[in-house]
Nanobody
Framework: QAQLVESGGGLVQAGDSLRLSCAAS????????MAWFRQAAGKEREFVTA?????????YYADSVKGRFTISRDNVKNTVYLQMNSLKPEDTAVYYC????????????????WGQGTQVTVSS
């Protein structure tokens, strides 16, 4: 059974960095489109970043995180990472890892597999 488990969240100050991990089991991250979404309290879930599978490639970022966040994948560890630099209070949210077959889409409804989420809180 496919499973995604996020880790690495926490409480940091504005300007700090965090690296989130998404460990996959029963699901080779190399052949799936992998994405990160986030949901702040009282707000809808929003797309953060995604990367295509090893064949299609490509990385995609929301304008709000472009230049600050980086998505990457380690096929040997079967893990996807989200490096977050220059964090801002508005980045505070629960961050979710997601996977789907085929191409990257920005709509979370297109993803078949989800992790349980990890909380990121950025204080000012």
């Amino acid at each position: 059974q496919a499973q995604l488990v996020e880790s690495g969240g926490g409480l940091v100050q504005a300007g700090d960095s965090l690296r989130l991990s998404c460990a996959a089991s029963g699901l080779p991250v190399s052949i799936y489109a992998m994405a990160w979404f986030r949901q702040a309290a009282g707000k809808e879930r929003e797309f953060v970043t995604a990367m295509g599978n090893s064949w299609s490639g490509g990385t995609y970022y929301a304008d709000s995180v472009k230049g600050r966040f980086t998505i990457s994948r380690d096929n040997v560890k079967n893990t996807v990472y989200l490096q977050m630099n220059s964090l801002k209070p508005e980045d505070t949210a629960v961050y979710y890892c997601a996977a789907k077959g085929g191409r990257v889409v920005y709509d979370g409804m297109g993803y078949n597999y989800w992790g349980q989420g990890t909380q990121v809180t950025v204080s000012s």
